[in-house]
């Protein structure tokens, strides 16, 4: 099982449509939790932490399941600006290291 | 602040060929990391350092090299470019005190012929 496994899409929906991409991680020890967004031949850029309580930020939900190991985040009236790739990303936290590793992404495409 | 910055931002090679990619980050960040990213292949680590002077091997670290002799600096270099390192690279940072944010550069495009 891949350490971090996401739909790979691509999403494609309409403007002002709800949208929700699902991630599920292998390791359990895993202690924190991101979110990531890539445009098109640029950087990954943070979008939002995860936590267990579940998180919201503006139209972006992002809730963990620690007992499933099962993260999600969902994307309310969808904008065109909203058209990227979302990267799932764990972190299993052991001393000195701080490594993050990546899910290969869930394409959005946002159409009008 | 400029935040995190790589030199070149694209570049050609023959096989056999070296380079030195450069990595600069202004945010006095302890953690620096080197990513290759190919298609269908997501992230992949190929270095990393958790302080000036330290390095530690990633998930491919075959065919780099990597050094940190000044806090803000990681370079990573390909003695023998071979067409399997065609890639876009990232550098990114973080702080050491808590807080997982990795902060990206911008990418080099990297062809190997």
């Not at chain 1, 972006?60 to 499933?68: E, I």
């Not at chain 1, 490594?99 to 959005?108: A, C």
């Not at chain 2, 202004?26 to 080197?34: P, R």
Request: proline share 5%.
């Amino acid at each position: 099982r891949k350490e971090v496994e996401q739909d790979p899409g691509p999403f494609n929906v309409p403007e002002g449509a709800t949208v929700a991409f699902n991630c599920t991680y292998s390791n359990s020890a895993s202690q924190s939790f991101f979110w990531y967004r890539q445009d098109c031949r640029k950087e990954p850029k943070l979008l939002m932490s995860v936590y267990s309580s579940g998180n919201e930020d503006g139209r972006f939900t992002a809730q963990l399941n620690r007992a499933s190991q099962y993260i999600s985040l969902l994307i309310r009236d969808s904008k065109l600006s909203d058209s990227a790739t979302y990267l799932c990303v764990v972190s299993p936290v052991w001393a000195g290291s701080y490594q993050l590793t990546f899910g290969k992404g869930t394409k959005l495409s946002v159409i009008p | 602040n400029a935040g995190v910055t790589q030199t070149p931002k694209f570049r050609v090679l023959k096989t056999g060929q070296s380079m030195t990619l450069l990595c600069a980050q202004d945010m006095n960040h302890e953690y620096m990391y080197w990513y290759r990213q190919d298609p269908g292949m997501g992230l992949r680590l190929i270095h990393y350092s958790v302080g000036e002077g330290t390095t530690a091997k990633g998930e491919v670290p075959d065919g780099y090299n990597v050094s940190r002799l000044k806090k803000q600096n990681f370079l990573l270099g390909l003695e023998s470019a071979a067409p399997s390192q065609t890639s876009v690279y990232f550098c990114a940072s973080r702080t050491s005190g808590g807080g997982d944010t990795q902060y990206f550069g911008p990418g080099t495009r990297l062809t190997v012929l």
